[in-house]
């Protein structure tokens, strides 16, 4: 997504919190080749656009991790001096 092309993604673990399927791409079921090149002979590459994948992609960027982990650390932290219970 990052380089703006469709992912085709096993459909387990963090691909299925980052794809979204018919927008950034498509999932098969199983890790086996005859899965694979099912999902593989019905994915239609250029029906997606790839300026909204690459914002996708930017939705993921370590920047933005960092950011947001470090404003939950600064909440918890926060709350902690005001003696507040942690979440």
Known sequence: MASGRPVLA???GG???TVIKGKCGDFFEKPEVSEITR???KFDFNTYDSKS???RALEFEI????EEFRGLIDLEYNK???GEKWS
Not at 63 to 66: A, L, P, S, T, V
């Open 80 to 82: 902690k001096r005001r």
């Open 63 to 66: 920047q933005r991790f960092k």
């Open 53 to 55: 994948l690459r914002k």
């Open 15 to 17: 691909a299925t919190e």
């Open 39 to 41: 999902a593989l002979k």
């Open 10 to 12: 096993l459909e387990k």
